[in-house]
T-cell receptor, first 114, second 113 residues
């Protein structure tokens, strides 16, 4: 069964600290992996999209890594800010250009405290 | 500003009534999608459309209907046949071809009272 599992389920950190969120997937075939940020009560916003041949991709203070062999990805947030408080969702696409088959994780809820 | 707009943000419905959620985009995207988000669950696809006048059922289409008469618009009707309609509904759009990034609206929270 195609699944995307994220850990931890929730995380609390102090402003200015770094953190790393994990994503393990059992999706086959595999084409791409995406990380989204979702503020409470809002729609998700794309952070990164990586294909199976990419190992890392950055978007400002966000850096995603991908190990297609172990089927693991991580999202590293550097120098956290209060505005980073949100849910971070890992999404796997089994087919290139086929968004209707995206498999969504449940997300990691991050709280950044002052 | 280019973007995707959902309205209303909050919607209340009495049991037995149909209700229509609006989704409009000015990104010139061909494909549009409706998702449902419930606590403790990942996003689930309700319907999608890759071209005007064509749409396909997603994973949880029962109790929902859509239309795609214009490229910019993809309204979702939640019918009285939907057994558990209270949820957060998200509309998204993408260009076709390749590995397209999905752009989401701000969502509509539907509550059945």
């Amino acid at each position: 069964k195609n699944q995307v599992e994220q850990s931890p389920q929730s995380l609390i950190i102090l402003e200015g600290k770094n953190c790393t969120l994990q994503c393990n997937y059992t999706v086959s075939p595999f084409s791409n992996l995406r990380w989204y940020k979702q503020d409470t009560g809002r729609g998700p916003v794309s952070l990164t999209i990586m294909t199976f041949s990419e190992n890392t991709k950055s978007n400002g203070r966000y850096t995603a890594t991908l190990d297609a062999d172990t089927k693991q990805s991580s999202l590293h947030i550097t120098a956290s800010q209060l505005s980073d408080s949100a849910s971070y969702i890992c999404v796997v696409g089994p087919n290139a250009g086929n968004n209707r088959k995206l498999i969504w994780g449940l997300g990691t809820s991050l709280a950044v405290n002052p | 500003d280019g973007g995707i707009t959902q309205s209303p943000k909050y919607l209340f419905r009495k049991e037995g009534q149909n209700v229509t959620l609006s989704c409009e985009q000015n990104l010139n995207h061909d494909a549009m999608y409706w998702y449902r988000q419930d606590p403790g669950q990942g996003l689930r696809l309700i319907y999608y459309s890759q071209i005007v006048n064509d749409f396909q059922k997603g994973d949880i289409a029962e109790g929902y209907s859509v239309s795609r008469e214009k490229k910019e618009s993809f309204p979702l009707t939640v019918t009285s046949a939907q057994k558990n309609p209270t949820a957060f509904y998200l509309c998204a759009s993408t260009p076709t071809g390749g590995m397209a990034e999905a752009f989401f609206g701000q969502g509509t929270r539907l509550t059945v009272v």
